[in-house]
């Protein structure tokens, strides 16, 4: 005897087989530019710094800046009563901002060994940086995609406030990040 699959059955059969729709990594896309910095000594090198460096959200001049932004978009599926995800895409750019020494080779080599020694703590701690925007996206990612069927006037909403609460959790941690590692000092970011 062969049976009729039951409406309910079928679509839980469907919402199962589109799944796979929300399962993909975000799209990352990093792109580094350089300032430039000069000098001859420990002093010009850190002038040269202060002059050159990027001006960060909150006014002040650091030696490197990182930033990252997220965007994503999504279409659902409507059945009678209720919405669910069927399609998500998150999107990820990373723009790193970091001094480029002119004439680094002409350096004697004690300042030459100090600023490889300095630019590889900046590099690291701009990299956490970057990591806490690769974290928030693959959390908002496996957030959203989390979010089942719904009324559609509430989807949409959940969608938005789910986002907005991973964006708001990773930039505290960033702040906490740079509050506790002095901007990098205490990993070593120091001027040579």
Known sequence: MQRRMTDWRLLVLMLCLNTSVLKAEPSIDIRTRFYTVSGTDSASI??????????GNDGRRYHAYTQWKIDWNYRWTQTQLNCRLSQLSVDLEIHYLL?????VESLPS??????????TALY??????????????????????????????????????????????????EKAFDRDTDHGIRQGVMLP
Do not use: F, M
């Not at 001094?99 to 004439?103: I, Y």
């Open 110 to 119: 004690r300042l030459r060994n100090n600023w490889e020694r300095y630019y």
């Open 124 to 173: 690291r701690h701009e990299q956490q940086h970057s990591d806490y925007g690769i974290q928030a996206a693959q959390e908002l990612e496996q957030q959203l995609s989390a979010i089942g069927v719904r009324p559609c006037g509430e989807l949409e909403d959940e969608l938005i406030q789910s986002a907005q609460r991973v964006l708001d959790k990773y930039r505290e941690l």
């Open 99 to 103: 001094p480029e020494l002119q004439a």
């Open 46 to 55: 850190h002038r040269s710094i202060q002059r050159n460096g990027p001006i």
